[in-house]
Every structure is written in C-alpha cells, then in structure tokens.
C-alpha cells in the first residue's frame, strides 16, 4: 500500500482544561470513505477541525502528504482539501453560480480574477451533480436538501483530494442522505477521493463507509470494517445504551439498534 | 468586472457633468457671460469633485463594512471614524477661539478630524481584537459604545464652553457639509488617501466574497480571514477617516449606496465595489447640487449642509428598500 493522504498521530487536545481529544490515532488514503461515530461531544468536530488545521493539536502530529499541516500554506491546502462544516452559511440574496464561484477562491489571482478554467470547473462540477437548473436561483429558494448539494458541490469546485464533512446529513431526509453517501462513495471510487466524515446515523455509515472509526469520550473505541466496530457490545458501552445486532442475509454489514425492551 | 468598472465611471461622468449646471448660489445653468464663466467653472468642478471623492470613499467603505462585519445595517461610520472625528474637531475649535494663536489654527480643523478618526477607531480595534483576533459581533458593540461615549464628551465640551453655544455653527462637525475652504494641499492628501485606499480594496475585493462567511469555511477556501478582516477594516476606515476630515459625517450614504449597487450587479464583491463607489460619488454629487439649489435664498434662507439632505432623503430611502426586502423574503420561505 502506498503512504496514506493524511496520517494523524497521537493527537490531543483540550478546551482550556477541558480535554476533548485524549489520544486519536487515524490514517485517510485516496479511494476510501470513513465514517467518524461517536456521541454528541466525543470530540468528532474537534477532531476533524483539528486535522484541517484551524485548531492546533496540543499534542501529536497530522501530517498531510507527508507535511505538517500547520507547515502548509492555506491557499496549496485549500486545493488538496475541502472542508464542510456542520452548518454551512451563505447570503441568503447569493445565488447558487455565486457559491460555487467561490470554491475557486483558493486559485484567484490577484484582484480575484477568475481564469476561463475556473469557470468551467463551475459548470463541469455543476452538471455532474445536476446543478445546472439552480445555478441561477438565490440560496432563501433552496430546499435543505438542494443547499447541502450546493455546499458539496462547492467543495468539489476546488478540487480537493480529500473531503472532510462534518454531520453532512443533519438537515437531510433519508433520500437525500443516501444519495449523498452513494455521491461521495461514487466519488471516492471513480476519482480517488478520500472523505472522512462525522456522521451519527451507525447503520447507514456501515453501509456507506469502507473503514468505520468509533470515538469514545476523545479516544478511539474501535475501528475497521463495520462488521467489526458494530458490536454491541462496543457500541452499547460507547452509548451506554444496550444494542442488538441484527445480520441481514446476503448483506455484509451488520444492522444494529438500541434494544428498548 | 471590467465592464462594471467602465459603465460605473461612465455614470459617474455624466452625473458629475449635470452637476456642474448648479451653481454655489444655487442658480442652475452657465453663466453665459466669458468672464463669469472663467471664474466661475473651476470652482463648480472642484466641488463635484470633492463631493464624488467623499461618496465614492464612503460608498467604498460601506461594502467592505457590510462584508466584514456581516451585517447589512454597518455603514463606515459604525466603528467610531465619525464621532472621533467631530469630538477633535470640536476640540480644535475650543483651541482655536481660546489660544487665537496663528500656528494651532494652522494645523487646520482637517488634521485634527483625521487624527480624531484613527483615535477612535484605533481604541475600537484595541478594545475588540484578543490576541490579534477580531470579531464581528465584538467589534460593533465596542463600536457602538465608543460612539456613545464620543458623542457624550462632545455635548459635555459644547456645554462647558458657554462661547461655542453663542457662537453657534458648531453643529458643522456633527452634520457634514462638503467644505469650500480646504487648501489644494489638503485635497490631494484625501484624494491620495481615497486612492490608493481603494486599489487596496479592490485587490482584495475577491477574498471579500468569502469574508461573510463562517470563519472556519473561509479558511478552508484558502482565505486568512483574520488577515483579511484586518486589513479590510483597517484600509476601509483610513479611506473614511481622509473624507470625514474634509467633509464631516455625511449620512446614509455609505449604508445606502452598498444595497441599491447591490439591487443592480448583485452580490459579488468584485462588481460591487466599483458600483457602490460610482453611486456613491453621483449621488453625493447629486445631493450636494440639490443642496445648494435648495439653499437658495428664494427657498430655505440659509446654507443647507448636505448631510442634512442625505440624511433626510436617506432615511426614508432605506427604509423602503428594508420594507421591499422583507416582502421578498415572506414570499419565500
């Protein structure tokens, strides 16, 4: 195998002196989709912010492409990774081509003139995920669904090699959520991507994801296959819930759900 | 971009150009008598002039304000930069009719209005920045008290001092005007100022479109957002401090001109900017012409400064503009 995109070791951080991240460990090669579990609070958005950069680990290294992140310069980083955050903002009157525009931003010249090449990654990136239609419409006459899709859309205008999401599906139905898991599998597998991202939905990161990664209280609890991490036992202690697993005949991941009885 | 920057100075052009019909008495039309005309012309151009500098600044100012500070409501005026300036030009004035010395005149009401501008905006940034960090919602509150406690020491100055309420046009730093007495000198201090000021801003004018956003999004779109706040604001306000030195607070303008260029081009900074600067120079140009016509001595009696009319015109302008937005918006939710 070859060296992974980003390898993160050791990683601590604290709030003051409150500790988020204990001790997390994790590799992200091109090609794979991983999955980040955990409760509310166990440090998945820390972390993630953590490994873009914008926090600084308090102890531990992440290395992106064999460099320290905080060694890259924001602007070369922007074009490897892409970031969505778990409330993604824009004006309201912006619309849709507008947004996307701004995916180019780490590769404006100065004044930020766009090259014809910036503008037609917009379109390309567009048509690929059936944007056309929106382009023109202001963000206020989206729908939650059609929003998130301009937020992905805008990621991927810059290019990146990796994607780093953050509870992506938390405005989502069921429809979209898939469809978004199948997109960004598609991605991974078509065009090499690697995307890592924060999700609380188990059974469906199991059916997403290549590579589960379960946190507990900042320290990873388990990782591997969903087969793996699934177990209830884990997962009931990570929860502290008690869970059943449920294996569904002729698929490979197990279903798992808090047992209510 | 290109074509906005070209029409926005074509409109300017011809607005500026109508303007030069009104005279200072407010008579509209040219003097057709030669010699009238020689004397008359270069001083009709040169308060064009600084009126279209004065709004193109403040129109400038304002975008930059509203992208930063992520609040449609900010004008240039929102973090101190007026009220610093009208308190130490008030304070000059003390001086200038306590000392009757020829050199603290000399210094002229102009430097001490600019000095006052920097002052204030400079304890603004202080107060709100933490560890080199600036935030929005921080900085308008510390901006709002500061103009609070600038405009209370310049009540409690104008009453301290029994001879300015006397003297009375004292008011002159608390509503602008655009001023006839400024010496070339001054003027191409502003001009420069405004100028490069607003290259600068132009240059950043692309990273400004990821401004409004969260700031971990404009990082992670290459953007050093706490740079870009910096050097927004601080480029914005030296640009609206050089035109408040020679004109005063002049109100609206710089709230105003942002939303309707806004209305016209639509939200991408980089056609922005020059839209808002060129509506912001005609209708300051347009304003004050409007002004000196409506201070006639047949109409009003007395000279009217402009910023009495922006603000009168303003207000009510902007509030229309809110109510039509608010329709927009219920229609959609």
Known sequence: ?261 | MLATLVIALLVWAAVASACMLVGSTGHIGIPSDPNIRRFVLPYRIEIVLIASLVGAALGAAGVVYQAILRNPLADPYLLGVSSGASLLSLLWYVGALATISVSFQAIGQQAFAFAGAMLSIGIVLLIASRRGRIEPVTLILVGVIVNAVNGSLYLLIYFRHPELVARGGVFTFLVGGIQTNLTRQQEWLAAGCVGVGWILLFYLAGQLNVAPLGEAEAEALGVRIQRLRWAGLVVASVMTASVVAISGPIGFVGLVCPHLARLIVGSDQRRLLPAATALGAALLALADAASRYLSRESLLHTQMPVGVLTGLLGGPFFLLLLWQNRRRTEATP
């Not at chain 1, 931003?105 to 090259?115: D, Q, T, V």
């Open chain 1, 1 to 261: 195998m070859t060296a992974p995109l980003l390898e993160a070791t050791n990683l601590q951080f604290a709030y003051g002196d409150r500790p988020v991240l204990r001790d997390v460990s994790l590799t992200l090669a091109r090609g794979e989709v991983v999955a980040l579990l955990g409760p509310n609070g166990t440090g998945k958005s820390t972390l993630i912010r953590v490994l873009l950069g914008h926090l600084r680990a308090d102890r531990g290294q992440v290395l992106w492409e064999n460099r320290d992140v905080r060694a890259w310069p924001r602007r070369a980083f922007a074009r490897r990774v892409a970031y969505l955050p778990q409330s993604p903002t824009a004006d309201p009157d912006q619309r849709v081509a507008d947004v996307l525009r701004t995916g180019r931003a780490p590769y404006w010249g100065a004044f930020g003139l766009e090259s014809a090449h910036d503008v037609a990654i917009v379109s390309d990136v567009a048509r690929q995920l059936d944007l056309i239609e929106l382009l023109p419409r202001p963000m206020a006459e989206l729908s939650g669904g059609q929003r998130q899709l301009v937020f992905l859309a805008r990621c991927l205008v810059q290019q990146p090699v990796a994607l780093l999401l953050d509870e992506p599906n938390t405005f989502l139905d069921l429809r979209h959520q898939v469809d978004l898991g199948q997109r960004l599998r598609r991605l991974a597998k078509e065009q090499g991507l690697a995307v890592l991202m924060a999700s609380h939905d188990l059974n469906l990161a199991g059916a997403l994801a290549d590579r589960l990664i379960l946190l507990d209280a900042g320290v990873v609890a388990a990782e591997g296959s969903a087969d793996r991490v699934l177990d209830p036992q884990v997962v009931g202690k990570v929860y502290g819930l008690p869970m059943r697993r449920l294996d569904v005949p002729g698929q490979v991941q197990p279903l798992i759900w808090p047992d209510l009885r």
